[in-house]
């Protein structure tokens, strides 16, 4: 098999935020460069799984990771399991595995990148490594927000506080959030307020409880969602779910792959004294979602 030579950005991305983002663009400015193509090495879990024993709640599924990699220009993501053996291979083995299997020609990281058994690799072993083979390695610096450095761990306290907005601006994007639809127990539609039930992956992390200005894109076009994130104490619901009312679409979504964009937190999930009350509140909801979106149109915002 004919490897193609490419420069890779190494981490686990989990959001793939502006950090992150720093990583993509040198990898591939150094690959136009070099006329290689530009590519990830990450892995299909947490690190920390095995190395800490702490199960961290993801940002992303590892489906919209990769689609938000590709979106940032790379041209393969490779996944590799995170296992014991990956663990405790020596840093010197896993980049041989780099040069070998994948044909690197390069290399990018970010300044607190660790690698190999227990992490005994590091940004500066890289360069070493990278300098000895003959191939370039960029080492990139930390990026900040407001003198806030950019981390997933800060984005996942934004994101269970509920905090959409201030999360964006460190991801770079709106959080989103990808997930089948399921049949549910049609009382919306019954209200007027169809909703969308989209399963929950699990160890994915899901923002505050509570109802979210957000968008979607059906079939090429986008639509405003006012979205649901909690356990629906009004019609005393059962397990966590994540509920949209797509504004202006109305069409069978079932078995089908639904992504979420959030935008704006609106209010906190609570039980109401009635269900008109609570029908009532959804369409303010809804009005304050349109809302939202035609005033980030009329002021030229990218969406």
């Known amino acids: 098999m004919i490897i193609e030579k490419t420069i890779y950005a190494l981490g686990f991305f989990d959001g793939v935020h502006l950090g992150h983002q720093a990583l993509l663009a040198e990898c591939r400015e150094l ?6 193509k530009a590519g990830v090495v990450t892995f299909l879990g947490h690190p920390d799984r095995l190395v800490s024993g702490v199960k961290t709640a993801l940002i992303n599924t590892p489906a919209d990771r990769s689609r938000l990699l590709r979106r940032y220009s790379m041209d393969t993501v490779i996944e590799l399991p995170f296992d014991k053996k990956l663990m405790k291979m020596p840093y010197t083995t896993f980049f041989r595995m780099l040069l070998k299997e994948y044909g690197a020609a390069g290399l990018v ?12 690799g590091n940004a500066e072993k890289l360069q070493a490594a990278c300098a000895e083979a003959g191939i370039p390695c960029v080492v ?3 990026q900040k927000v407001d ?29 989103i959030f990808t997930g089948t639809v399921v049949p549910g127990r049609h009382l919306g539609r019954t209200l007027g307020i169809p909703t969308a039930n989209l399963v929950l992956p699990k160890g994915v992390l899901m923002p505050e409880f509570g109802v979210y200005a957000c968008r979607t894109c059906i079939d090429g076009k986008t639509y405003p ?18 509920e949209p009312w797509i504004l202006g679409f109305d069409g ?7 992504t979420l964009e959030f935008y704006k937190y609106l209010r906190p ?3 109401f004294p009635s269900l008109a009350d609570l029908q009532a509140e959804i369409q303010k909801n809804a009005a304050e979602t349109e809302k939202y979106f035609e005033n980030i149109l009329y002021n030229g915002e990218n969406l």
């Open 252 to 258: 069978d979504l079932y078995g089908q792959s639904l």
């Open 147 to 175: 003198g806030i450095t950019v981390s997933s761990t800060h984005i996942r306290q934004l994101l269970e506080q509920g905090d959409v907005e201030t999360a964006a601006r460190f991801l770079g994007h709106p959080h």
């Open 269 to 271: 999930e609570r039980k």
């Open 31 to 36: 690959a136009n460069q070099l006329g290689c």
């Open 225 to 242: 969602a006012v979205t649901n994130v909690g356990v629906r104490p009004t019609v005393e619901g059962w397990g966590v779910t994540v």
């Open 140 to 142: 990139v610096p930390e």
């Open 109 to 120: 990281c970010g300044h607190d990148f660790r690698f190999g058994n227990l992490g005994e």
